[in-house]
Nanobody, 123 residues
Framework: QVQLVESGGGLVQAGDSLRLSCAASGRTRSTYAMAWFRQFPGKEREFVGAINWSGSSTYYANSVKGRFAISRDNAKNTMYLQMNSLEPEDTAVYYC????????????????WGQGTQVTVSS
């Protein structure tokens, strides 16, 4: 298993940018895909975006496509989520996740999860 810790959340205004980080430790010698999910109050966790081990392939939810970008630095065992043009509707707890092997977009595919970081966008 890979242990994950998110950071970088906070309170911003609409239109601002924010970058989240997800640091991995533990079984980091294995190749693993990673992803970001988010959870709105009282709602199910939803997929935001995912990236494969090499960083050559990414997928995004339609709601964030063109505004959010995922990247990773395997030398630092860290994944990033660059969020631009933030909207109040992006307010949620953001979670990173990891899975050994190929890129995935569904929660059930991921065995490792971070504790989440709150992002709040004010209007």
């Amino acid at each position: 298993q890979v242990q994950l810790v998110e950071s970088g959340g906070g309170l911003v205004q609409a239109g601002d940018s924010l970058r989240l980080s997800c640091a991995a430790s533990g079984r980091t010698r294995s190749t693993y895909a990673m992803a970001w999910f988010r959870q709105f109050p009282g709602k199910e966790r939803e997929f935001v975006g995912a990236i494969n081990w090499s960083g050559s392939s990414t997928y995004y939810a339609n709601s964030v496509k063109g505004r959010f970008a995922i990247s990773r630095d395997n030398a630092k065992n860290t994944m990033y989520l660059q969020m631009n043009s933030l909207e109040p509707e992006d307010t949620a707890v953001y979670y990173c996740a990891a899975t050994i092997g190929a890129i995935a977009t569904t929660q059930g595919a991921f065995g490792s999860w971070g504790q989440g970081t709150q992002v709040t966008v004010s209007s």
